[in-house]
């Protein structure tokens, strides 16, 4: 069974521009996370979709973070305006999402590393 | 609001010997999840274990237990017979039992196991 797949694995962009970040969740999972990995705030949550729908984006910044899923097979977090704090490591992560025992463990991407110059 | 703390930065063994990892955590849920993930160097972060707050028992995977102390908010990672390759970042993270499922995560410790 393939893993989270996330893509580009490393994005480097200019100040100003647009970064899309793809993630695709192991096959039959339907819970999507995005976390952002940096040194100094270390692992932190973003948004979640189940069934596709948004569930809770609490930990999206308001302006210029946005993620969608348009199906079950793929995730996007879209960032405009880039700016160098925007710099850090973005995780994708799956689970089942069901209700039942160990349903909600999660499984992580290789995640994709933006830096922003 | 949720809070998971690990107080250790770095722990250094020889392998083969077994290690402790604490992590302490706050939540208000009586109902939680507690999970522990390990970052290799490639930056991969690997699921390893969990515990879910409702039982007694602790939690075993291959190398890994847990010693999960209800009354002190307490979930410590032991990883028996180390491995040079158990060199890692681990997490400690919580879930509460809302219905949002997102994960809480600690600063990690840093685990070196040398020969």
């Known amino acids: 069974n393939a893993g989270v797949i996330q893509t580009p694995r490393h994005k480097v962009t200019g100040k100003g521009q647009e970064a899309t970040l793809w993630c695709e969740p192991i096959?039959?999972?339907?819970?999507v996370f995005w976390y952002r990995q940096t040194i100094v705030q270390g692992l932190e949550f973003l948004t979640y979709?189940?069934?596709?729908?948004?569930?809770?984006d609490s930990g999206m910044p308001k302006e210029r973070f946005s993620a969608q899923m348009p199906n079950q097979s793929h995730s996007t977090l879209k960032i405009q305006s880039t700016q160098p704090q925007d710099s850090a490591v973005y995780l994708c992560a799956s689970s089942l999402g069901g209700t039942g025992v160990n349903q909600d463990t999660q499984y992580f991407g290789p995640g994709t590393r933006l830096l922003v110059l | 609001a949720q809070k998971v703390t690990q107080t250790q930065t770095s722990i250094s063994v020889v392998e083969k010997t077994t290690v402790t990892m604490d992590c302490v955590y706050e939540t208000r849920d009586s109902s939680y999840f507690l999970f522990w993930y390990k970052q290799t160097a490639s930056g991969e972060i690997v699921f390893l274990i969990r515990?879910?707050?409702?039982?007694?028992e602790n939690a075993t995977v291959g190398h890994y237990s847990l010693n999960f102390q209800k009354p002190k908010s307490s979930i410590g990672l032991i990883i028996t017979a180390t491995q040079i390759e158990d060199s890692a970042v681990y997490f400690c993270?919580?879930?509460?039992?809302?219905?949002?499922?997102?994960?809480?995560f600690g600063k990690g410790t840093v685990l070196l196991v040398s020969p």
């Open positions: 515990q879910d707050s409702y039982k007694k």
């Open positions: 096959s039959g999972h339907s819970a």
């Open positions: 979709f189940r069934n596709q729908a948004p569930i809770d």
């Open positions: 993270a919580m879930r509460d039992d809302s219905g949002y499922n997102k994960l809480t």
